[in-house]
């Protein structure tokens, strides 16, 4: 069987994430065309490889990005570094010939997304954008009811994203809050999900008017041991510094096929943790999702009989489900009702990836998808800004 | 005992629901200042008005709204008629020295609203505009906690109000499918619901941004025989007529206090019969409410010790709830656990009214706050039409 | 049109129900055959009638039953008395010539309840016991597809009546709490119910084995001026009592048809206020009901389409349900997603009563029925001392 | 670090879901004493291990387990073998010194249960019975709440296990369904599980009384290529077999300290795919838990203020939860909100088994455990072939 030998970027919260999927996919997918091996993991920071040799996954680790890419032993560059330096990296990638995954979003700016486009294109390696939540079997399933027209004509999107992990305003200004490397705030890191589910889902979007907020403005500088992002052991210091992304951002979107949309994205919703929720209402049925019920799908199916109508919890947990079905004839997973977590979304993208490397068919969603998304993630920032309607740029 | 003589005006779904409304205040509130006396129903429609005298309610029935006025023995007028005659018909009121109460919403435009409210200061009424939804223990509870402290700063409002009863495009055209009846349609019928909640729970909005669509563009005239709306007996016509209201209405809000707003209203979700849905995140905690199960309201409270969070799902049924209490030593409406339906919402409505009229102390919402409303209602379609951000007048 | 002269007695919270109930009747059943006059109330506790008389409704008031019996302008006796009174005041009624409705339990024992269906019986009166859950609509909904052959070959039920307002043990010992009085606790108060509808919707029991609990064996007594079940304003004395009747109660059942019953009753169940659930599996689908959200009935369908099945929310508001449906050409409660409440259920039932009357068919759940709940009820009660399955006895 | 040499006998479903427990173990606990190392797969199919080289995860590939128990190098023998060889093997095991895990139920008598409890105690090694579910975080909160007395006194436990993949009638005969090989049906299979819960949450149950029954009492063969239980794709033969386990079996018990039980267990429950549900009411609070949604426990607190109580929805994926924390400054597994799965019941399961061996403190559940819950399943079994209560035999 054909390998793909992988180096990851990043190893924080994220960067474990995804070591866990290219652990599990060849135990999931033994059906798959090319297995990943887990060849290098590089991190600039020694303390954060010490612990992941510790959880031992790597065949061997780095701290030098430059001397990762010139090997020659490396086929794919996973990229779970911060937002801001997505895209140099991608494009070093890409020049070095390496096939690329970046987590998302993207980049800082559409113009930025588009050089990192380029540059995959240029040197005609394989691309993805990590919006792993298109690989929840409930939102796949939702993709497939709408592409089989089991939704009709589609009239509402509405989606909010929202956490709660910055509500307290003495919580450490980590990475996330800071402009020049985030990007944005719960823009980039949220509501670009909810994006790139509403560009999948529904189709493009061609304006947007949008509303951004910065509530606690000021916050603690994190102290040098303080880690990756919602951990209690953060240490805070006593020095402020400037919150300079949006806590909460609110926009309203109008596809193309004339489909109104909302988004909702805040770290700011007490009692949502991780309250990634869409519905959509067509004219013939509706669907809704929630992440914290990842293994759930609701649906409404207007030609139900009379009487016998209302939304229904199907638990996508069977095998003719996507994502699902079999794997050596047995339950790819498990079998209905037991459920899978967060981390089967990374391994069902890992193995798209990985499979797509074998092949040579470019998965989706690609940095096609992720320009995208990064153009309606600027209009909604111009709109904020100018409070007036912003056309999206065509990808 | 005082007795507030009574002359409602309309008599379909929602006047049938004030008349229910009225027979039950002397039974659930023996505590009031003051009972209703149900003198007259008022229908243009001899076939309505026999239907009201099979469900004996009314003393009398009249035909002539002007014979009405002229009585001396009323004392309150309830307009239960289409939009577009709430405005003249409460001025006639207050001119005839009448209290009055009316459906909302309360006028097509604010100027016609600021007009109605002028009249019954002149006259020295007492009015109140019928958002009973204020009233419904459930959400009476969300206004006592704010107003408590208990959600702290509040952040986000997140409204939508939504129903599907105009799905099917072979339904006729109702006169809530006419601007020069209805003013607006999903805007005026159902988002005028959610304003009011938000001005009230949250506080003045100060600009909104807004979207409005007809999906449906033209309907079968409705026969002559058809009568309200969302009965399956409604027949309609082969000739075709246009809808001149929205269907489905979207908008954000920045309101005086910073929280940031969304708002949809709509006649085309499949599954959601009366979706009526609002969500509060506040620094100290989270409500929400949804009137499909209008006995609950969820609510997270930051508070709570680690590891022992999570929205609670409060049955609002308690004695020490507000609306519900005893009356007499006994629980006004019934032991908790046993829940109440949508007319208590306009029982408590109407004995606030009554008592309002006994006390001389004029209740809430009055006109002044239908003129809040309206000032909304009308920036959302300026917003709509101009496609740009719209201060709100003050009322 | 007929009129049916009513005589209520005993006017506690069940007695205030039944009165809403009168009242609404002939507003939400113009349709029927025979409307209620509301003649006289009759409570032995002066106390009680004064708190009645400031709630009007009745025409008279009465302390004593002799009298009313004597009444030549009564035509139903409805008795909301305790349940060691029920049998013998229905004989006194029914040997007057009345007919009758009684509150649940019929009886203190079987003997006793069959008693009272002898007399019935032999004075050819109507006769109904009020188990007015089978008029909630969803229930019924329940009842018309199992009737339908919707749900199968029935393999289980499985029943809850959970509530907790004895949890506290300072809370007095009520009426409820005395065996000479209530003839038993949860056992006959909240299993009783879930009884009922096992018969309605399954079929006979044949054999029963039972464990029935007393928790807190004393409580406080309650002082001259406490009133009725589960207020905060209920005095306790010192001196203590004891309880004689079940705090909890469970047993397990098997139907002549095969099905197998689980069936638990308690008022230790802290959260529950009035969690009368039940759930059936048939071969072809199951429904579950929750009083707490008595609008609702969740039903999953065997021929749903793979990958598309899941527990459906059904919201039991649609004119084509039971008991909701058109009256005078408008809905008789109110628009589809617009609740009905906990009184609702017993306007069904006094109108199922009264038009029974006017029919001279007897309505359902009649004495007959009542028998075979005691029947269940005293299986129970001996498989609890016993400890051994009891056969039922044939109603 | 030490290692743990597992050798894995059994390879259908559940022996693939210790696979990937073990896999994943050193990455999710790289805090742990030691590490479990890879060594055996063995399985009497060919076909099956066929199956699992292609989901590489394991050194080597066996056959003959007296060939796996004659190795030096194995410490640790997991039995994931059908129930009637799990005894004979795990008596094997110890007497060859290895340390042994086996699926539940541990035996088909508690006779045979005893004799596998002295073999691992004569042979002193470590021991452990497979219930995986009292390391789901949300159950081991229940636990944590129970043992610092957040409930108080416990009155009620009500426990369902409801599957439905038995339902269609031409559904094959699966080793399942054969009392030789399965020792019961839904009772051994997921009664099981409840009744370990209820002992370990609860404490010891004194007396049962037991119904069961088959409902469909013949199936066709499996043919030869069929494979594990649950799959579409299993052929079955023309010819029929018997069904000699129950489908469904249903139980009332009672606890040592007083506590009322309830259990049912069922294949026949059409859209309940995997409901492990319990209830537990204490004389302070309430916990509810569903395995469909196993990242949350509801909870309800008798001490919230008056007016704010309510079953609350802890969504149980906090570093303070338990199994849950934090490892080398990190997640365990995720950030609050982003749930887990099944597979990480044995993740937890398995580190703890293999901490035990590193420790020498034997883990619980333990085969004095097993020996319990088999003494209740046996007590089960008899009172419904006695319909009599049954005493429990002391472990």
């Not at 790139?196 to 008017?209: F, H, S, T």
């Amino acid at each position: 069987m054909k390998e793909v030998r992988v180096a990851l970027v990043g190893y924080g919260f994220i960067g474990r994430c995804h070591t866990v999927a290219y652990r599990q996919v060849p135990f999931y997918y033994p059906d798959i065309e090319a297995r990943p091996v887990m060849t290098v993991l590089c991190d600039a920071n020694e303390a954060q490889l010490e612990a992941a040799k510790e959880q031992p996954s790597w065949q061997e680790y780095e701290t030098d990005y430059e001397r990762v890419l010139a090997r020659d032993d490396i086929d794919l560059i996973d990229l779970c570094v911060p937002n801001n330096v997505h895209v140099p990296m991608a494009i070093q990638a890409a020049e070095a010939g390496k096939h690329v995954i970046s987590e998302k979003p993207l980049a800082l700016s559409l113009a930025e997304a588009r050089q990192a486009l380029a540059a995959v294109r240029k040197a005609g390696v394989i691309h993805m954008i990590c919006h792993n939540y298109r690989r929840v079997p409930a939102i796949a399933l939702a993709k497939q009811m709408i592409e089989e027209g089991t939704l009709g004509t589609i009239y509402h999107w509405r989606a909010t994203y929202l956490q709660d992990w910055l509500l307290d305003p003495t919580a450490p200004l980590v990475w996330r809050c800071k402009k020049e490397i985030a990007g944005s705030g719960a823009m980039g890191d949220l509501m670009a999900h909810s994006i790139d589910l509403a560009l999948w889902l529904v189709g493009d979007i061609e304006r947007v008017v949008c509303d951004m907020e910065t509530f606690v403005k000021q916050r603690p500088l994190l102290s040098a041991s303080g880690t990756d992002v919602g951990l209690g052991t953060q240490a805070a210091e006593e020095q402020m510094g400037d919150v300079t992304v949006d806590d909460g951002a609110i926009a309203l979107a109008r596809f193309a096929n004339g489909t109104m949309g909302t988004f909702e994205a805040t770290r700011f919703a007490p009692g949502r943790r991780n309250f990634n929720v869409f519905e959509i209402n067509g004219s013939k049925g509706s669907v809704r999702f929630n992440l914290e019920r990842m293994n759930e799908l609701e649906y409404y199916n207007v030609d139900d009989p009379g009487g016998r109508q209302g939304f229904e919890a199907i638990l996508v947990t069977e095998p003719c489900h996507p994502h699902m079905g079999l794997a050596d004839g047995m339950f790819r997973f498990w079998p209905p009702g037991h459920i899978i977590g967060y981390e089967h979304s990374f391994i069902n993208t890992m193995a798209a990836m990985v499979n797509g490397i074998a092949t040579g068919e470019n998965p989706r969603p690609s940095f096609e998808d992720a320009v995208k998304v990064q153009a309606v993630l600027e209009a909604c920032e111009q709109a904020a800004q100018s409070k007036a309607w912003v056309e999206v740029e065509k990808g």
